[in-house]
Nanobody, 119 residues
Framework: QVQLVESGGGLVQAGGSLRLSCEGS????????MAWHRRAPGKQRELVAT???????NYADSVKGRFTISRDNTKSTVYLQVDSLKPEDTAVYYC?????????????WGQGTQVTVSS
C-alpha cells in the first residue's frame, strides 16, 4: 500500500505563503483523485482541495482563490500552494487518494504537516 508523507508546514504571519508537499512511497499515477484535507484544533477534518488524474481541480469555498493544488505523477507528489494565509487556516494538513469522490480514502492517514498562521 502506498504511504503518504506530508511536509512543508510551518509558522507564518497572516498574508504569508507556504508550499505543502505530499509524497507517496509508490506511484500515484493511477489514483484518480488526490486531495488535501485539514483539521483545525477542536474541529473535524475538512476537505480543502482535490485534483483528478486529468488535472481538474476543486476547492472549498473558504480557500478558493488562495490555495492551488497540483500533482506531479513522475515524482508521486501532490502539492498545495497556500497563499494569503489567514489565522483560520491554522490546522494540520493531510493528503489522501480516492477512487472517485473524496469519501472513502484509499490509504491510511499520514502524520500531516502543521500550518500555524499568526495574526
Amino acid at each position: 500500500q502506498v504511504q503518504l508523507v506530508e511536509s512543508g508546514g510551518g509558522l507564518v504571519q497572516a498574508g504569508g505563503s507556504l508550499r505543502l508537499s505530499c509524497e507517496g512511497s509508490g506511484s500515484i499515477v493511477s489514483i484518480n483523485s488526490m486531495a488535501w484535507h485539514r483539521r483545525a484544533p477542536g474541529k473535524q477534518r475538512e476537505l480543502v482541495a482535490t485534483i483528478t488524474s486529468s488535472g481538474r481541480t476543486n476547492y472549498a469555498d473558504s480557500v478558493k482563490g488562495r490555495f492551488t493544488i497540483s500533482r506531479d505523477n513522475t515524482k508521486s507528489t501532490v502539492y498545495l500552494q497556500v497563499d494569503s494565509l489567514k489565522p483560520e487556516d491554522t490546522a494540520v494538513y493531510y493528503c489522501n487518494g480516492y477512487s472517485i469522490l473524496p469519501i472513502i480514502p484509499l490509504f491510511s492517514w499520514g502524520q500531516g504537516t502543521q500550518v500555524t498562521v499568526s495574526s
